[in-house]
């Protein structure tokens, strides 16, 4: 029983780690985004739209980002950031799954189900 | 508007280190230098200032989880009341007047900061033994951490469960309404009302910032309350600041932390009194 125990506390921590890991890298994508947009903004001087605009639904943005427009990739550096989060609680479901902490797959899958909500209100 | 790259870099990196140090969002930093000191439209600060929030959350999380100070389950069992809180907010903004709020927050932070002073007077600052809560067990809330300051690992338990429960929910109003990450009031719910170490619930609060912060910004990004040139170097600043910022909490002794939490509280306090009494600065 205890070494039983003791290989699932190992697993955690691996779990642990890779989740780590993956937070890091989506973090890194979305300030490596919002890097390049800030450069490129700074260089041409330019946001690519007329003077106040704010490109802010995603079909303006995507169609900017194809055109390089700094604005729109600032936009969509900005939008992976907001991610960072969610994908947080995504694999914290999974984390608690592998722990087999059903409870807690419960509590968490509540909280990612809010967050969907909030995305179309 | 290279300067003012330079500039939000700056104040991102300088606000990033004080928010991983004192838990707090960074926002409630950013918001008054936005609009006081660049003259900023508030609308554009709190756009702004929610996406500091989870820059700074994301920055520090990452130094956290792999120190496992954080306490997930704690932070994920709150997040469903101030989710829900901060969704609640976002849809009562324009209905209720803030002023109240910003009253009805001033008064308990600056009722907070005094509890505080009197915690650090308190000579007998050994850690108090909490009787083990049923709720709290149930929930598998009590936890364990390693104090890199004390070298020990120290074991604790959680009390008060529906208390810090209503009190996040709160925090996650005023979240959702002001654009803040009410950080104070998490570590607040956790730390006064629920008991929990200082270190576990300013590193818990820190990642539950963000869920939250999470929940209204998307509201933010798409009524264009977010300008890219202020917003982009400012998260970037937030990042590198509050990794600095989460390396240098683990250092310092509890004690030092609330030391730097209690004058902070006790402005946030004062400035959301005299917001709410219409006072401008």
């Known amino acids: 029983m205890n070494n039983k125990?003791?290989?699932?506390?190992?697993e955690m921590n691996e779990i642990e780690l890779i989740i780590g890991k993956i937070l890091r890298i989506g973090v890194i994508i979305s300030a490596t985004i919002m890097i390049i947009g800030l450069l490129l903004f700074l260089v041409t001087g330019n946001s690519g739209y007329d003077q106040n605009y704010i490109p802010n639904n995603f079909k303006v943005i995507f169609k900017g980002i194809v055109q390089l427009k700094p604005y729109a990739i600032m936009m969509l550096g900005i939008f992976c950031l907001i991610l960072t989060p969610v994908l947080r609680v995504v694999v914290s479901i999974y984390s608690f799954y592998k722990e087999k902490d059903k409870l807690y797959v419960y509590i968490t899958s509540i909280v990612l189900i809010i967050l969907i909500f909030s995305l179309f209100i | 508007m290279i300067n003012i790259a330079i500039t939000m870099i700056v104040l991102g990196i300088i606000a990033g280190i004080a928010g991983a140090i004192l838990g707090l969002g960074g926002g409630i930093i950013v918001t008054p230098i936005l609009t006081l000191m660049f003259g900023l439209d508030i609308k554009y600060a709190i756009g702004a200032s929610i996406i500091v929030v989870i820059a700074t959350s994301s920055g520090s999380t990452i130094a956290y989880l792999k120190d496992e100070v954080l306490n997930l389950r704690v932070a994920m069992f709150l997040e469903i009341a101030t989710t829900v809180g901060a969704i609640a907010g976002a849809?009562?903004?324009g209905i209720l007047s803030p002023k109240y709020l910003y009253i009805l927050f001033g008064l308990l932070l600056v009722f907070s900061a005094y509890n505080m002073v009197k915690k650090l007077l308190n000579k007998n600052s050994k850690t108090s033994q909490i009787k083990n809560d049923q709720l709290a067990t149930k929930l598998k809330l009590n936890g364990s951490?390693?104090?890199k300051?004390?070298?020990?690992q120290l074991d604790y338990n959680v009390q008060n469960v529906p208390g810090g429960f209503i009190v996040m929910f709160g925090a996650g109003l005023a979240s959702g309404l002001l654009g803040i990450g009410s950080g104070?009031?998490?570590?607040?719910?956790m730390d006064t009302f629920m008991k929990m170490p200082l270190k576990p619930s300013s590193a818990t609060s820190n990642l539950m910032m963000g869920v939250t912060a999470a929940a209204s910004a998307t509201v933010y990004f798409f009524n264009g309350s977010i300008l890219p040139y202020i917003a982009v170097p400012l998260a970037l600043g937030i990042l590198l600041g509050s990794v600095i910022g989460s390396r240098i909490m683990q250092i310092l002794p509890a004690k030092w932390i609330r030391a730097i939490f209690v004058p902070v509280l006790f402005y946030i306090g004062i400035n959301m009194l005299l917001q709410g009494f219409g006072v401008k600065l």
């Open chain 1, 5 to 10: 125990n003791k290989q699932i506390a190992d």
């Open chain 2, 91 to 93: 849809l009562l903004t």
């Open chain 2, 145 to 147: 951490y390693y104090d």
């Open chain 2, 149 to 152: 300051s004390s070298k020990k």
């Open chain 2, 184 to 189: 104070a009031f998490k570590v607040i719910a």
